[in-house]
Protein backbone atom coordinates (compact mmCIF):
# COMPACT_ATOMS: atom_id res chain seq x y z
CA UNK A 1 0.00 0.00 0.00
CA UNK A 2 1.29 3.52 -0.12
CA UNK A 3 4.54 4.53 1.23
CA UNK A 4 5.15 8.30 2.62
CA UNK A 5 8.63 9.29 3.37
CA UNK A 6 9.90 12.89 4.70
CA UNK A 7 13.28 14.78 5.98
CA UNK A 8 14.40 17.97 6.55
CA UNK A 9 17.77 19.01 7.78
CA UNK A 10 21.87 19.02 7.23
CA UNK A 11 22.26 15.60 6.03
CA UNK A 12 21.64 15.54 1.80
CA UNK A 13 18.22 14.90 1.49
CA UNK A 14 17.54 12.93 -1.68
CA UNK A 15 19.79 9.86 -1.18
CA UNK A 16 17.84 10.03 2.15
CA UNK A 17 14.46 10.36 0.53
CA UNK A 18 15.75 7.14 -2.20
CA UNK A 19 16.19 5.18 0.63
CA UNK A 20 13.67 5.42 2.25
CA UNK A 21 11.49 4.68 -0.62
CA UNK A 22 13.41 1.86 -1.30
CA UNK A 23 13.13 0.51 2.37
CA UNK A 24 9.24 1.26 1.54
CA UNK A 25 8.81 -0.83 -1.67
CA UNK A 26 7.80 -4.45 0.22
CA UNK A 27 4.31 -2.98 0.95
CA UNK A 28 3.36 -2.82 -3.04
CA UNK A 29 2.97 -0.23 -5.23
CA UNK A 30 2.74 1.01 -9.08
CA UNK A 31 4.40 4.53 -8.99
CA UNK A 32 6.43 6.67 -7.19
CA UNK A 33 7.52 10.51 -6.78
CA UNK A 34 9.22 12.88 -5.05
CA UNK A 35 9.93 16.74 -3.86
CA UNK A 36 12.31 18.42 -3.45
CA UNK A 37 13.82 21.54 -2.30
CA UNK A 38 17.55 22.65 -3.61
CA UNK A 39 19.96 23.56 -1.49
CA UNK A 40 19.34 27.08 -2.49
CA UNK A 41 15.73 26.61 -0.98
CA UNK A 42 13.81 28.43 -4.13
CA UNK A 43 12.30 26.25 -6.14
CA UNK A 44 10.56 22.65 -4.70
CA UNK A 45 10.90 20.11 -8.12
CA UNK A 46 8.55 17.14 -8.00
CA UNK A 47 9.53 14.35 -10.04
CA UNK A 48 7.26 11.09 -10.41
CA UNK A 49 7.16 8.43 -12.40
CA UNK A 50 4.92 5.25 -13.27
CA UNK A 51 6.40 1.92 -12.65
CA UNK A 52 9.27 1.09 -10.09
CA UNK A 53 11.72 3.48 -8.13
CA UNK A 54 14.30 2.78 -11.01
CA UNK A 55 12.63 4.64 -13.28
CA UNK A 56 12.06 7.84 -10.74
CA UNK A 57 15.63 7.61 -10.47
CA UNK A 58 16.65 8.00 -13.71
CA UNK A 59 14.45 10.67 -13.81
CA UNK A 60 15.64 12.55 -11.00
CA UNK A 61 19.33 11.82 -12.80
CA UNK A 62 18.13 13.66 -15.86
CA UNK A 63 16.75 16.52 -13.81
CA UNK A 64 20.61 17.20 -12.36
CA UNK A 65 18.86 17.91 -9.06
CA UNK A 66 21.27 18.94 -6.28
CA UNK A 67 21.38 16.75 -3.20
CA UNK A 68 18.38 19.16 -1.20
CA UNK A 69 17.41 20.32 1.97
CA UNK A 70 14.19 19.27 2.46
CA UNK A 71 11.76 16.71 0.98
CA UNK A 72 8.83 14.71 0.99
CA UNK A 73 8.45 11.61 -1.43
CA UNK A 74 5.67 8.57 -2.22
CA UNK A 75 5.11 4.96 -3.57
CA UNK A 76 1.40 5.08 -4.63
CA UNK A 77 -0.90 1.93 -4.75
CA UNK A 78 -3.50 2.94 -7.05
CA UNK A 79 -6.96 3.42 -5.49
CA UNK A 80 -8.03 6.39 -7.09
CA UNK A 81 -7.32 6.59 -11.08
CA UNK A 82 -5.13 4.03 -12.98
CA UNK A 83 -0.97 4.37 -12.04
CA UNK A 84 -0.31 6.52 -14.27
CA UNK A 85 2.58 9.57 -14.19
CA UNK A 86 -0.27 12.21 -13.60
CA UNK A 87 -1.96 10.40 -10.53
CA UNK A 88 1.46 9.75 -9.15
CA UNK A 89 2.41 11.89 -5.97
CA UNK A 90 3.74 14.45 -4.89
CA UNK A 91 0.45 16.42 -5.72
CA UNK A 92 1.05 19.70 -6.44
CA UNK A 93 -1.06 23.34 -5.74
CA UNK A 94 0.19 26.71 -6.69
CA UNK A 95 1.18 27.14 -2.40
CA UNK A 96 1.98 23.89 -1.83
CA UNK A 97 3.34 20.65 -2.49
CA UNK A 98 2.27 16.88 -0.86
CA UNK A 99 1.79 13.42 -0.66
CA UNK A 100 -1.14 11.14 0.89
CA UNK A 101 -1.95 7.72 1.90
CA UNK A 102 -5.43 7.03 2.52
CA UNK A 103 -8.85 8.02 0.53
CA UNK A 104 -10.39 11.25 0.81
CA UNK A 105 -14.27 9.96 0.60
CA UNK A 106 -15.69 13.65 0.18
CA UNK A 107 -13.76 14.55 -2.94
CA UNK A 108 -16.98 14.77 -5.39
CA UNK A 109 -18.10 18.06 -2.68
CA UNK A 110 -14.60 19.22 -2.48
CA UNK A 111 -14.22 19.05 -6.18
CA UNK A 112 -17.40 20.76 -6.55
CA UNK A 113 -16.43 23.55 -3.72
CA UNK A 114 -13.34 24.14 -5.88
CA UNK A 115 -14.45 24.60 -9.02
CA UNK A 116 -16.47 27.22 -8.22
CA UNK A 117 -13.40 28.48 -6.66
CA UNK A 118 -11.48 28.41 -10.08
CA UNK A 119 -9.54 25.35 -9.20
CA UNK A 120 -8.89 23.05 -12.48
CA UNK A 121 -7.38 19.80 -11.88
CA UNK A 122 -4.73 17.31 -13.44
CA UNK A 123 -5.57 14.31 -12.09
CA UNK A 124 -8.18 11.55 -11.26
CA UNK A 125 -7.29 11.30 -7.72
CA UNK A 126 -8.99 12.37 -4.56
CA UNK A 127 -5.31 13.50 -3.10
CA UNK A 128 -5.47 16.10 -5.87
CA UNK A 129 -8.30 17.53 -4.38
CA UNK A 130 -7.24 17.34 -0.76
CA UNK A 131 -3.89 19.68 -2.14
CA UNK A 132 -5.99 21.95 -3.67
CA UNK A 133 -8.32 22.44 -0.67
CA UNK A 134 -5.21 22.83 1.56
CA UNK A 135 -4.14 25.59 -0.91
CA UNK A 136 -7.17 27.22 -1.03
CA UNK A 137 -7.28 27.42 2.93
CA UNK A 138 -3.61 28.64 2.89
CA UNK A 139 -4.62 31.59 0.66
CA UNK A 140 -7.16 32.23 3.58
CA UNK A 141 -5.19 31.86 6.52
CA UNK A 142 -1.55 32.64 5.49
CA UNK A 143 -0.86 29.89 8.38
CA UNK A 144 0.24 26.10 7.62
CA UNK A 145 -1.04 25.01 11.61
CA UNK A 146 -4.48 27.46 11.09
CA UNK A 147 -4.95 25.81 7.51
CA UNK A 148 -4.25 22.17 8.44
CA UNK A 149 -6.49 22.08 11.45
CA UNK A 150 -9.38 23.95 9.34
CA UNK A 151 -8.68 21.03 6.86
CA UNK A 152 -9.12 18.21 8.99
CA UNK A 153 -12.50 19.52 9.48
CA UNK A 154 -13.53 19.09 6.28
CA UNK A 155 -11.38 16.41 4.99
CA UNK A 156 -14.00 13.07 5.35
CA UNK A 157 -11.76 9.44 5.33
CA UNK A 158 -8.63 8.20 5.84
CA UNK A 159 -5.24 10.18 5.34
CA UNK A 160 -1.55 10.67 6.30
CA UNK A 161 -0.21 13.98 5.03
CA UNK A 162 3.24 15.30 4.23
CA UNK A 163 2.89 18.33 3.29
CA UNK A 164 5.76 21.28 1.90
CA UNK A 165 4.42 24.84 1.75
CA UNK A 166 6.48 27.05 -1.00
CA UNK A 167 7.08 29.79 1.12
CA UNK A 168 8.13 27.52 4.22
CA UNK A 169 10.64 25.16 2.13
CA UNK A 170 12.42 23.87 5.28
CA UNK A 171 9.83 22.48 7.18
CA UNK A 172 7.85 19.67 6.56
CA UNK A 173 3.96 19.39 7.97
CA UNK A 174 2.32 15.89 8.46
CA UNK A 175 -0.89 14.77 10.18
CA UNK A 176 -2.72 11.72 10.15
CA UNK A 177 -6.32 9.80 10.46
CA UNK A 178 -6.60 6.46 10.27
CA UNK A 179 -3.70 5.54 8.69
CA UNK A 180 -0.39 5.43 9.86
CA UNK A 181 2.80 8.14 10.23
CA UNK A 182 5.32 8.07 12.51
CA UNK A 183 8.14 11.03 12.94
CA UNK A 184 11.63 10.41 14.14
CA UNK A 185 14.55 12.93 14.85
CA UNK A 186 18.71 12.53 14.87
CA UNK A 187 21.04 15.42 15.49
CA UNK A 188 20.78 16.11 11.69
CA UNK A 189 17.26 17.18 11.13
CA UNK A 190 13.74 15.30 11.25
CA UNK A 191 12.15 11.95 9.43
CA UNK A 192 8.39 11.16 8.36
CA UNK A 193 7.29 8.11 7.32
CA UNK A 194 4.49 6.01 7.00
CA UNK A 195 6.22 3.25 8.49
CA UNK A 196 9.20 2.66 10.63
CA UNK A 197 11.19 0.46 8.48
CA UNK A 198 11.99 3.67 6.62
CA UNK A 199 13.69 5.55 9.18
CA UNK A 200 15.30 2.27 10.19
CA UNK A 201 18.51 3.22 8.94
CA UNK A 202 19.28 6.75 11.04
CA UNK A 203 17.56 6.56 13.68
CA UNK A 204 15.62 3.71 16.62
CA UNK A 205 13.45 6.16 18.12
CA UNK A 206 10.27 7.45 16.87
CA UNK A 207 7.18 8.89 17.45
CA UNK A 208 3.49 7.35 16.49
CA UNK A 209 1.71 10.91 15.22
CA UNK A 210 -1.76 11.05 17.19
CA UNK A 211 -4.49 11.53 15.39
CA UNK A 212 -5.83 15.08 15.71
CA UNK A 213 -2.25 16.46 16.02
CA UNK A 214 -0.36 18.38 13.11
CA UNK A 215 3.48 17.90 13.36
CA UNK A 216 6.27 20.48 11.95
CA UNK A 217 9.68 18.58 11.01
CA UNK A 218 12.42 21.36 10.98
CA UNK A 219 16.03 20.83 10.94
CA UNK A 220 16.20 21.58 14.25
CA UNK A 221 13.65 18.99 15.15
CA UNK A 222 9.67 18.07 15.34
CA UNK A 223 7.31 20.50 17.10
CA UNK A 224 3.68 19.06 17.99
CA UNK A 225 0.30 20.77 17.66
CA UNK A 226 -2.94 19.65 19.29
CA UNK A 227 -4.72 23.32 17.71
CA UNK A 228 -3.16 26.22 16.28
CA UNK A 229 -2.04 27.95 20.10
CA UNK A 230 -1.30 25.08 21.70
CA UNK A 231 2.29 22.87 21.54
CA UNK A 232 1.81 19.51 23.12
CA UNK A 233 4.07 16.16 23.46
CA UNK A 234 3.96 13.16 21.45
CA UNK A 235 5.76 10.25 23.29
CA UNK A 236 8.87 8.77 21.86
CA UNK A 237 9.65 5.01 22.18
CA UNK A 238 12.25 2.51 20.97
CA UNK A 239 12.39 0.47 18.13
CA UNK A 240 14.06 -2.90 18.91
CA UNK A 241 14.08 -3.97 15.02
CA UNK A 242 17.14 -3.24 13.54
CA UNK A 243 18.35 -2.21 9.69
CA UNK A 244 19.66 -5.49 9.26
CA UNK A 245 16.58 -7.71 10.25
CA UNK A 246 14.84 -6.17 7.25
CA UNK A 247 18.01 -7.08 4.46
CA UNK A 248 17.65 -10.41 2.64
CA UNK A 249 21.07 -11.84 4.31
CA UNK A 250 21.99 -14.36 1.37
CA UNK A 251 18.53 -15.93 0.62
CA UNK A 252 17.09 -15.02 -3.02
CA UNK A 253 13.98 -13.82 -1.39
CA UNK A 254 12.90 -12.27 1.95
CA UNK A 255 9.84 -14.84 1.98
CA UNK A 256 12.46 -17.87 2.09
CA UNK A 257 14.47 -15.81 4.72
CA UNK A 258 11.19 -15.04 6.48
CA UNK A 259 10.27 -18.88 6.44
CA UNK A 260 13.77 -19.73 7.73
CA UNK A 261 13.69 -17.33 10.67
CA UNK A 262 10.69 -19.39 12.23
CA UNK A 263 12.22 -21.15 14.72
CA UNK A 264 13.82 -18.08 16.37
CA UNK A 265 10.63 -15.89 16.03
CA UNK A 266 8.79 -18.21 17.93
CA UNK A 267 11.37 -19.35 20.39
CA UNK A 268 11.06 -15.29 20.76
CA UNK A 269 8.15 -14.84 20.70
CA UNK A 270 7.25 -17.98 23.30
CA UNK A 271 9.81 -16.94 25.78
CA UNK A 272 8.91 -13.42 25.69
CA UNK A 273 5.44 -14.87 27.05
CA UNK A 274 6.02 -17.77 29.63
CA UNK A 275 6.85 -16.91 32.48
CA UNK A 276 9.52 -19.73 33.60
CA UNK A 277 7.19 -22.76 33.03
CA UNK A 278 3.66 -21.05 32.23
CA UNK A 279 2.39 -18.27 30.29
CA UNK A 280 2.85 -15.23 32.29
CA UNK A 281 0.52 -12.77 30.09
CA UNK A 282 -0.86 -11.31 33.73
CA UNK A 283 -2.08 -7.93 31.82
CA UNK A 284 -4.92 -9.94 30.25
CA UNK A 285 -5.67 -11.90 33.19
CA UNK A 286 -9.18 -9.34 33.81
CA UNK A 287 -10.07 -10.34 30.57
CA UNK A 288 -9.98 -13.57 30.34
CA UNK A 289 -11.91 -15.05 33.42
CA UNK A 290 -15.16 -16.08 33.56
CA UNK A 291 -15.13 -16.08 29.40
CA UNK A 292 -18.12 -18.07 27.92
CA UNK A 293 -17.05 -16.91 24.33
CA UNK A 294 -14.35 -15.43 22.09
CA UNK A 295 -14.50 -13.90 18.89
CA UNK A 296 -10.85 -13.81 16.64
CA UNK A 297 -10.91 -11.20 14.43
CA UNK A 298 -8.59 -10.38 11.50
CA UNK A 299 -8.07 -10.61 8.03
CA UNK A 300 -6.32 -12.82 5.41
CA UNK A 301 -3.51 -15.38 6.76
CA UNK A 302 -4.17 -13.55 10.44
CA UNK A 303 -7.32 -14.49 10.00
CA UNK A 304 -6.60 -18.28 9.27
CA UNK A 305 -4.00 -18.00 12.50
CA UNK A 306 -7.09 -17.33 14.16
CA UNK A 307 -9.08 -20.62 13.14
CA UNK A 308 -5.80 -22.14 14.18
CA UNK A 309 -6.06 -20.14 17.76
CA UNK A 310 -9.71 -21.63 17.47
CA UNK A 311 -9.00 -25.14 17.57
CA UNK A 312 -6.15 -24.66 20.31
CA UNK A 313 -8.88 -22.42 22.38
CA UNK A 314 -12.11 -24.86 21.95
CA UNK A 315 -9.39 -28.10 22.63
CA UNK A 316 -7.37 -26.24 25.53
CA UNK A 317 -9.46 -24.48 27.32
CA UNK A 318 -12.69 -25.39 26.34
CA UNK A 319 -13.84 -21.99 25.10
CA UNK A 320 -16.29 -21.62 22.06
CA UNK A 321 -14.80 -19.58 19.69
CA UNK A 322 -16.16 -17.69 16.74
CA UNK A 323 -13.51 -16.32 13.98
CA UNK A 324 -14.74 -13.62 11.48
CA UNK A 325 -13.76 -11.89 8.83
CA UNK A 326 -12.63 -8.27 9.64
CA UNK A 327 -14.04 -6.77 6.80
CA UNK A 328 -17.84 -8.78 7.56
CA UNK A 329 -17.46 -8.34 11.17
CA UNK A 330 -17.13 -4.32 10.79
CA UNK A 331 -20.64 -4.03 9.02
CA UNK A 332 -22.23 -7.19 11.11
CA UNK A 333 -25.53 -6.31 12.19
CA UNK A 334 -25.53 -9.90 14.42
CA UNK A 335 -26.13 -9.58 18.28
CA UNK A 336 -22.70 -10.54 20.29
CA UNK A 337 -22.30 -12.53 23.31
CA UNK A 338 -22.72 -10.64 26.16
CA UNK A 339 -19.33 -10.46 28.17
CA UNK A 340 -17.52 -11.78 25.52
CA UNK A 341 -13.56 -11.32 24.37
CA UNK A 342 -13.04 -10.16 20.98
CA UNK A 343 -9.24 -11.13 20.01
CA UNK A 344 -7.99 -8.96 16.79
CA UNK A 345 -4.72 -10.23 14.99
CA UNK A 346 -2.83 -8.19 12.63
CA UNK A 347 0.70 -8.24 11.73
CA UNK A 348 1.12 -5.04 10.79
CA UNK A 349 -1.65 -3.06 13.07
CA UNK A 350 -2.65 -1.45 10.71
CA UNK A 351 -5.35 -3.08 8.35
CA UNK A 352 -8.17 -0.83 7.90
CA UNK A 353 -10.30 -3.28 8.17
CA UNK A 354 -9.31 -4.95 11.60
CA UNK A 355 -9.03 -1.64 12.91
CA UNK A 356 -12.68 -0.79 12.35
CA UNK A 357 -13.77 -4.04 13.37
CA UNK A 358 -11.77 -3.39 16.52
CA UNK A 359 -13.64 0.26 17.30
CA UNK A 360 -16.90 -1.57 16.19
CA UNK A 361 -16.37 -4.45 19.21
CA UNK A 362 -15.52 -1.29 21.68
CA UNK A 363 -18.49 0.53 20.80
CA UNK A 364 -20.23 -2.79 21.78
CA UNK A 365 -19.10 -2.61 25.22
CA UNK A 366 -17.31 -5.99 24.16
CA UNK A 367 -13.23 -6.58 25.83
CA UNK A 368 -10.57 -6.52 23.03
CA UNK A 369 -7.57 -7.91 23.02
CA UNK A 370 -4.84 -7.20 20.07
CA UNK A 371 -2.34 -9.65 18.87
CA UNK A 372 0.08 -7.77 16.88
CA UNK A 373 3.42 -7.66 15.18
CA UNK A 374 4.65 -4.11 15.03
CA UNK A 375 5.17 -2.38 18.51
CA UNK A 376 2.71 1.24 19.09
CA UNK A 377 0.66 0.32 15.59
CA UNK A 378 -2.99 1.67 15.99
CA UNK A 379 -4.43 -1.88 16.38
CA UNK A 380 -1.85 -2.56 19.83
CA UNK A 381 -2.60 1.02 20.80
CA UNK A 382 -6.57 0.95 20.34
CA UNK A 383 -7.28 -2.57 21.77
CA UNK A 384 -7.79 -2.74 25.67
CA UNK A 385 -4.71 -5.15 25.69
CA UNK A 386 -1.68 -6.09 23.55
CA UNK A 387 0.26 -9.13 23.01
CA UNK A 388 3.24 -8.52 20.60
CA UNK A 389 4.28 -11.65 18.58
CA UNK A 390 8.31 -11.15 18.22
CA UNK A 391 8.53 -11.80 14.61
CA UNK A 392 10.62 -9.06 13.52
CA UNK A 393 10.06 -6.51 10.72
CA UNK A 394 8.23 -8.87 8.13
CA UNK A 395 9.30 -7.84 4.74
CA UNK A 396 7.44 -10.29 2.37
CA UNK A 397 3.79 -9.31 1.39
CA UNK A 398 3.18 -13.25 1.82
CA UNK A 399 3.19 -13.78 5.38
CA UNK A 400 4.70 -16.50 6.97
CA UNK A 401 6.75 -16.34 10.16
CA UNK A 402 3.82 -13.89 11.12
CA UNK A 403 1.24 -16.19 10.88
CA UNK A 404 3.53 -18.79 12.82
CA UNK A 405 4.44 -16.83 15.54
CA UNK A 406 0.62 -15.59 15.88
CA UNK A 407 0.04 -19.09 15.96
CA UNK A 408 2.20 -20.04 18.81
CA UNK A 409 1.09 -16.80 20.89
CA UNK A 410 -2.18 -18.32 20.57
CA UNK A 411 -1.45 -21.83 21.52
CA UNK A 412 0.34 -19.64 24.76
CA UNK A 413 -2.82 -17.91 25.17
CA UNK A 414 -5.16 -21.03 25.12
CA UNK A 415 -3.02 -22.56 27.94
CA UNK A 416 -3.23 -19.24 29.85
CA UNK A 417 -7.34 -19.54 28.95
CA UNK A 418 -7.67 -22.93 30.46
CA UNK A 419 -5.78 -22.40 33.46
CA UNK A 420 -7.59 -18.83 33.90
CA UNK A 421 -10.97 -20.70 33.87
CA UNK A 422 -10.03 -23.70 35.75
CA UNK A 423 -10.31 -26.37 32.41
CA UNK A 424 -6.52 -27.18 32.32
CA UNK A 425 -4.88 -28.26 35.48
CA UNK A 426 -1.29 -26.61 36.11
CA UNK A 427 0.69 -29.78 35.34
CA UNK A 428 -0.94 -30.27 32.25
CA UNK A 429 -0.09 -27.21 31.28
CA UNK A 430 3.20 -26.99 32.43
CA UNK A 431 3.17 -29.70 29.97
CA UNK A 432 2.05 -27.68 26.70
CA UNK A 433 4.11 -25.18 27.47
CA UNK A 434 7.32 -27.41 27.74
CA UNK A 435 6.25 -29.06 24.11
CA UNK A 436 5.85 -25.61 22.97
CA UNK A 437 9.37 -23.97 23.94
CA UNK A 438 11.65 -27.75 23.81
CA UNK A 439 9.77 -28.86 20.36
CA UNK A 440 8.66 -26.35 18.74
CA UNK A 441 11.41 -24.97 17.29
CA UNK A 442 13.17 -27.90 16.15
CA UNK A 443 9.83 -29.27 14.93
CA UNK A 444 10.05 -26.60 12.31
CA UNK A 445 14.01 -26.83 11.57
CA UNK A 446 13.34 -30.64 10.23
CA UNK A 447 10.76 -29.21 7.92
CA UNK A 448 13.23 -26.24 7.00
CA UNK A 449 15.43 -29.33 6.19
CA UNK A 450 13.45 -30.65 3.60
CA UNK A 451 13.12 -27.58 1.63
CA UNK A 452 15.09 -29.28 -1.21
CA UNK A 453 12.57 -31.76 -0.89
CA UNK A 454 9.47 -29.95 -1.35
CA UNK A 455 11.00 -27.45 -3.79
CA UNK A 456 11.43 -30.92 -6.33
CA UNK A 457 7.64 -32.12 -5.53
CA UNK A 458 6.77 -28.08 -6.35
CA UNK A 459 7.92 -28.59 -9.70
CA UNK A 460 4.90 -31.21 -10.78
CA UNK A 461 2.66 -27.68 -9.64
CA UNK A 462 3.98 -25.69 -11.48
CA UNK A 463 1.62 -26.43 -14.99
CA UNK A 464 -1.55 -26.47 -12.50
CA UNK A 465 -4.51 -24.02 -13.97
CA UNK A 466 -6.53 -25.02 -10.82
CA UNK A 467 -5.74 -26.68 -7.62
CA UNK A 468 -6.98 -28.25 -4.39
CA UNK A 469 -6.40 -28.29 -1.05
CA UNK A 470 -8.58 -30.64 1.45
CA UNK A 471 -8.46 -31.50 4.84
CA UNK A 472 -10.38 -31.87 7.85
CA UNK A 473 -10.17 -30.56 11.51
CA UNK A 474 -7.46 -28.39 11.83
CA UNK A 475 -5.83 -29.60 8.78
CA UNK A 476 -8.94 -27.72 6.89
CA UNK A 477 -7.99 -24.25 8.19
CA UNK A 478 -4.14 -25.17 7.38
CA UNK A 479 -5.35 -26.31 3.66
CA UNK A 480 -7.14 -22.40 3.89
CA UNK A 481 -3.37 -20.96 4.73
CA UNK A 482 -1.55 -22.96 2.31
CA UNK A 483 -4.42 -21.92 -0.34
CA UNK A 484 -4.18 -18.37 -0.30
CA UNK A 485 -0.35 -18.47 0.35
CA UNK A 486 -0.37 -20.48 -3.43
CA UNK A 487 -2.37 -18.09 -5.06
CA UNK A 488 -1.17 -14.64 -3.81
CA UNK A 489 2.22 -15.67 -5.24
CA UNK A 490 1.90 -18.42 -8.16
CA UNK A 491 -0.72 -17.15 -9.42
CA UNK A 492 -2.46 -20.73 -9.75
CA UNK A 493 -6.01 -20.37 -8.63
CA UNK A 494 -6.35 -23.20 -5.86
CA UNK A 495 -9.76 -23.89 -3.68
CA UNK A 496 -9.34 -25.35 0.09
CA UNK A 497 -12.07 -27.58 0.99
CA UNK A 498 -13.11 -29.86 3.97
CA UNK A 499 -12.31 -32.97 2.64
CA UNK A 500 -16.14 -34.54 3.59
CA UNK A 501 -17.59 -31.33 2.00
CA UNK A 502 -16.03 -32.20 -1.70
CA UNK A 503 -19.02 -34.77 -2.77
CA UNK A 504 -21.48 -32.43 -2.36
CA UNK A 505 -20.50 -30.32 -5.55
CA UNK A 506 -16.91 -29.57 -6.21
CA UNK A 507 -15.65 -33.18 -6.95
CA UNK A 508 -17.45 -32.26 -10.07
CA UNK A 509 -14.50 -30.08 -10.89
CA UNK A 510 -12.15 -33.18 -10.30
CA UNK A 511 -11.07 -34.43 -13.54
CA UNK A 512 -7.90 -36.74 -15.35
CA UNK A 513 -4.58 -34.73 -14.14
CA UNK A 514 -6.24 -32.09 -11.44
CA UNK A 515 -3.44 -31.60 -8.66
CA UNK A 516 -4.94 -32.04 -4.96
CA UNK A 517 -3.33 -31.61 -2.12
CA UNK A 518 -4.68 -33.80 1.05
CA UNK A 519 -3.48 -32.48 4.53
CA UNK A 520 -3.01 -35.16 7.17
CA UNK A 521 -1.91 -34.59 10.55
CA UNK A 522 -4.59 -35.58 12.81
CA UNK A 523 -4.31 -39.39 13.22
CA UNK A 524 -8.18 -39.74 14.09
CA UNK A 525 -9.74 -37.95 10.92
CA UNK A 526 -6.52 -39.24 8.66
CA UNK A 527 -8.47 -42.06 7.58
CA UNK A 528 -11.92 -39.91 6.98
CA UNK A 529 -9.45 -37.55 4.84
CA UNK A 530 -8.18 -41.03 3.03
CA UNK A 531 -11.35 -41.88 1.77
CA UNK A 532 -11.67 -38.23 -0.09
CA UNK A 533 -8.55 -38.80 -1.36
CA UNK A 534 -9.54 -41.82 -2.89
CA UNK A 535 -12.69 -40.61 -4.40
CA UNK A 536 -10.77 -37.96 -6.21
CA UNK A 537 -7.97 -40.50 -6.97
CA UNK A 538 -10.56 -42.83 -9.04
CA UNK A 539 -11.66 -39.46 -10.82
CA UNK A 540 -8.23 -39.22 -12.30
CA UNK A 541 -6.82 -36.56 -9.83
CA UNK A 542 -2.90 -36.18 -8.98
CA UNK A 543 -2.74 -35.96 -5.43
CA UNK A 544 0.31 -34.47 -3.04
CA UNK A 545 0.09 -35.51 0.50
CA UNK A 546 1.33 -33.62 3.31
CA UNK A 547 1.08 -36.11 6.26
CA UNK A 548 3.09 -37.11 9.51
CA UNK A 549 5.37 -39.82 9.71
CA UNK A 550 2.62 -41.74 11.95
CA UNK A 551 -0.34 -41.53 9.40
CA UNK A 552 2.08 -42.37 6.43
CA UNK A 553 3.13 -45.76 8.47
CA UNK A 554 -0.51 -46.84 9.99
CA UNK A 555 -2.17 -45.88 6.80
CA UNK A 556 -2.73 -47.46 3.45
CA UNK A 557 -1.47 -44.46 1.56
CA UNK A 558 -2.65 -44.49 -1.84
CA UNK A 559 -0.10 -43.94 -4.71
CA UNK A 560 0.92 -39.57 -4.19
CA UNK A 561 3.64 -37.53 -4.16
CA UNK A 562 4.30 -37.31 -0.23
CA UNK A 563 6.01 -34.75 2.13
CA UNK A 564 6.29 -36.36 5.53
CA UNK A 565 6.39 -33.54 9.12
CA UNK A 566 7.05 -34.34 12.26
CA UNK A 567 4.12 -36.48 14.28
CA UNK A 568 4.46 -33.90 17.56
CA UNK A 569 1.74 -33.73 19.48
CA UNK A 570 -1.36 -31.56 18.61
CA UNK A 571 -0.17 -28.28 19.82
CA UNK A 572 3.20 -28.75 17.43
CA UNK A 573 1.22 -30.59 14.17
CA UNK A 574 -0.39 -27.29 12.68
CA UNK A 575 2.46 -25.11 12.97
CA UNK A 576 5.05 -27.43 12.26
CA UNK A 577 2.93 -28.42 8.76
CA UNK A 578 2.54 -24.71 7.76
CA UNK A 579 5.90 -24.50 7.65
CA UNK A 580 5.90 -27.26 5.04
CA UNK A 581 2.71 -25.63 3.30
CA UNK A 582 4.68 -21.98 2.94
CA UNK A 583 7.65 -23.92 1.33
CA UNK A 584 5.30 -25.78 -1.23
CA UNK A 585 4.02 -22.40 -2.16
CA UNK A 586 6.93 -20.42 -2.19
CA UNK A 587 8.88 -23.19 -4.32
CA UNK A 588 5.95 -23.43 -7.29
CA UNK A 589 6.06 -19.28 -7.38
CA UNK A 590 9.95 -19.06 -7.56
CA UNK A 591 10.34 -22.20 -9.97
CA UNK A 592 7.86 -20.20 -12.17
CA UNK A 593 10.49 -17.61 -11.92
CA UNK A 594 7.88 -14.60 -9.98
CA UNK A 595 8.64 -12.03 -8.06
CA UNK A 596 7.61 -13.80 -4.87
CA UNK A 597 8.03 -11.05 -2.43
CA UNK A 598 5.92 -8.27 -4.55
CA UNK A 599 3.08 -10.43 -6.32
CA UNK A 600 1.06 -8.31 -8.75
CA UNK A 601 -1.95 -6.46 -7.04
CA UNK A 602 -0.94 -6.83 -3.76
CA UNK A 603 0.27 -4.67 -0.75
CA UNK A 604 2.01 -5.67 2.69
CA UNK A 605 -0.59 -3.55 4.82
CA UNK A 606 -4.31 -2.84 3.75
CA UNK A 607 -4.78 0.10 4.95
CA UNK A 608 -7.29 1.64 3.14
CA UNK A 609 -11.10 -0.18 3.40
C1 LIG B 1 -0.86 -12.66 3.73
O1 LIG B 1 0.02 -13.41 3.01
C2 LIG B 1 -1.50 -11.55 3.13
N1 LIG B 1 -0.77 -10.88 2.18
C3 LIG B 1 -2.67 -10.88 3.81
O2 LIG B 1 -3.71 -11.81 3.77
C4 LIG B 1 -2.51 -10.36 5.25
O3 LIG B 1 -2.36 -11.43 6.13
C5 LIG B 1 -3.74 -9.51 5.62
O4 LIG B 1 -3.81 -8.42 4.76
C6 LIG B 1 -3.74 -9.06 7.05
O5 LIG B 1 -2.65 -8.24 7.33
P1 LIG B 1 -2.26 -7.87 8.82
O6 LIG B 1 -1.83 -9.13 9.47
O7 LIG B 1 -1.15 -6.88 8.68
O8 LIG B 1 -3.48 -7.30 9.46
Aim: with cysteine; net charge negative; charged share 20%.
Amino acid sequence: MCGIVGYTGNKACLPILLESLRALEYRGYDSAGISLVEKDGRAICTLKSVGGIDLLERKISDAKLDTGICGIGHTRWATHGAPSDSNAHPHTAESLTLVHNGIIENHAELETLLLREGYNFYSSTDTERAAKLIDLLYKRTKDPLFTLFEAQKMLVGSYAFGIIFKDRPTSVYAMRKNSPLVVATDESGSYLASDVTAILPYTDSFAVLDEGIVAELCEDGAKFYSSPFCLCEQSFQKVSWSAEQAQKGGFEHFMLKEINEEPSVISATLSHHLDSTLPGLKNIERLISGLSHIYIVACGTAMHAGLVGKYYIERIAKIPVSVEIASEFRYADSPLHKGSLAIFISQSGETADTLAALRRAKELGISTLAIVNVFASSVAREADEVLYTQAGPEISVASTKAYSAQCSLLALLAVKLGITNFSLSTQKAEEYCKRLSDELASSISSVLQKSEEIAKISSKLLTAEHLFYIGRGVDYYLALEASLKLKEISYIHSEAYPAGELKHGTISLISKGTQVIGILTDPSLAPKTLLSLHEVLSRGARLTLICTERILRENSIPDANIITVPDGDRILRPISTACALQLLAYHTAAKKGLDVDKPRNLAKSVTVE
